[in-house]
């Protein structure tokens, strides 16, 4: 199976600035089959970027995705409070569907 | 709008089975496929499996095999995800969802969770 792997696990930034946030894969994965979602405490997760670099339905034009093969990248190009959660990065391309571990987006 | 209603909390004793339901409204049942995922306390999110809504068709994780069964009922446009053979380790959120479409393969609506507690 494909092994997902988030860094930092942790990232500390103000309002206002960019995060970056990245996912690598054991191994490429296909079709870019790339999906980022975030999470707050007590929620479901919500889609924000399928395919690696497509926006869902209703998600700001400041998340952006990017990468292909092994190495994506999620970017928040300017912080809002409501963007403080976890983010996950999950394959689609190949079975087992796998998650990554996760990065956690706070306010420094 | 579209929406996935999960039945309520669980409690239940090692060794017992579980089963949750997902009720799916505001779009065609048919037409999606619906996953399970749970996510234990402080863990990553886990894929267990998934039910073509419309022909029933399913797909197991491997981890799972054996121990878990998703069934759907289109007559109540509803899915079920039963674990049998609890362990503690089973504790966690299992949530429902659907699949966004070939153009979209995200899980683009989710339920609310269910909370499933294996204790003695």
């Known amino acids: 199976e494909i092994v997902l792997t988030q860094s930092p696990g942790i990232l500390s930034l103000s309002p206002g600035e960019r995060a970056t946030l990245s996912c690598r894969a054991s191994q490429s994965v296909s079709g870019s089959c790339l999906v980022w979602y975030q999470q707050k405490p007590g929620q479901a997760p919500r889609l924000l970027i399928y395919s690696a670099s497509s926006r869902a339905t209703g998600i700001p034009d400041r998340f952006s995705g990017s990468g292909s093969g092994t190495d994506f990248t999620l970017t928040i190009s300017r912080l809002e409070p409501e963007d403080f959660a976890v983010y996950y990065c999950?394959?689609?391309?190949?079975?087992?569907?796998?998650f990554g571990g996760g990065t956690k987006v706070e306010i420094k | 709008q579209v929406q996935l209603v999960q039945s309520g909390t669980e409690v239940k004793k090692p060794g017992a089975s579980v089963r949750v339901s997902c009720k799916a409204s505001?779009?065609?049942?048919?037409?999606?496929?619906i996953h399970w995922v749970r996510q234990a306390p402080g863990q990553r999110l886990e894929w267990m499996g998934w039910?073509?809504?419309?022909?029933?068709?399913?797909k197991y994780s491997q981890k799972f095999q054996g121990r878990v069964t998703i069934t759907s009922d289109t007559s109540a446009s509803t899915v079920y995800m039963e674990l049998t053979s609890l362990r503690s380790e089973d504790t966690a959120v299992y949530y429902c969802?659907?699949?966004?479409?070939?153009?979209?393969?995200?899980?683009?609506?989710w339920g609310q969770g269910t909370l499933v507690t294996v204790s003695s």
């Open positions: 039910i073509n809504a419309g022909n029933g068709n399913t």
């Open positions: 969802a659907r699949v966004g479409g070939i153009t979209v393969p995200g899980l683009d609506q």
């Open positions: 999950q394959q689609c391309g190949s079975s087992p569907l796998t």
């Open positions: 505001g779009y065609s049942f048919t037409s999606y496929i």
